[in-house]
């Protein structure tokens, strides 16, 4: 879906496109870690270490911060942006830091596997203390940028808005489940199901495919 909505760009060449399927591919990315460790012991007897675990789930996040907030500032908040682009790229970098120098020396200080999945893990308090920063800023982001298009006066920005504001609050629902509640299995296939619908509305909310623009009364 993400590349999707990059090939956009080549229809409308605004460069948006190409950050916003960015950012849709990076909102998922701490669950790559889960989906690679899945399918790798799906058809091997091997499953990820959790040096690996950690960095295929959290070292790209400066990466898709930083393009979310050159698209979010482009579109929003144009007389904050250099700011806001370099305070989060700061913000992340140092986790980033923080995140290889302790794969290499003390894993166990970033968090460990869950006692109920080797799937899914825990965080350590500071992990976790990022990831929560993490999903506040995207979500009040994600709104605001959300709000943008709902104040329009087109009905089709309009309703993209809104099913944007549902994918971003069922996204940081999602995100916090997943990484600061203790996950029993339920929990686990909740957690997901909650995650796909966002990925499902994100999809909606930035294309509006022709079936939903009918469902709406929208030409």
């Known amino acids: 879906m993400g590349l999707r909505i990059i090939s956009k760009y080549f229809k409308f060449k605004d460069k948006n496109f190409i950050y916003i399927g960015i950012i849709w591919i990076g909102i998922y990315h701490p669950w790559w870690s889960s989906t690679c460790s899945f399918l790798l012991a799906l058809t091997t007897p091997y499953f990820l270490s959790l040096e690996l675990y950690f960095l295929f789930a959290l070292s790209l996040t400066p990466i898709f911060l930083t393009i979310w907030f050159i698209a979010f500032t482009d579109m929003v ?61 995207l979500l009040i982001t994600g709104i605001l940028f959300a709000r943008e298009s709902i104040k329009s006066g087109s009905p089709e920005i309009k ?22 509640v203790p996950l029993l299995i339920p929990l ?20 509006l495919p022709n079936f939903i623009k009918k469902q709406f009364g929208i030409s």
């Open 188 to 207: 686990i296939l909740l957690t997901r199901i909650i995650l796909i619908s966002s990925s499902i509305l994100f999809y909606i909310g930035f294309l």
């Open 77 to 137: 908040l144009q007389k904050y942006k250099i700011v806001l682009i370099v305070l989060i790229a700061v913000i992340s970098g140092l986790f980033d830091i923080y995140l290889i120098y302790n794969v290499i020396f003390d894993v166990q200080a970033i968090g460990s596997f869950n006692e109920n999945s080797i799937f899914d893990v825990q965080y350590n308090t500071i992990s976790m203390i990022f990831l929560l920063f993490i999903v506040l800023v």
């Open 159 to 180: 309703l993209k808005g809104k099913f944007l504001t549902l994918a971003w609050i069922l996204w940081a629902v999602g995100a916090i489940l997943d990484s600061a």
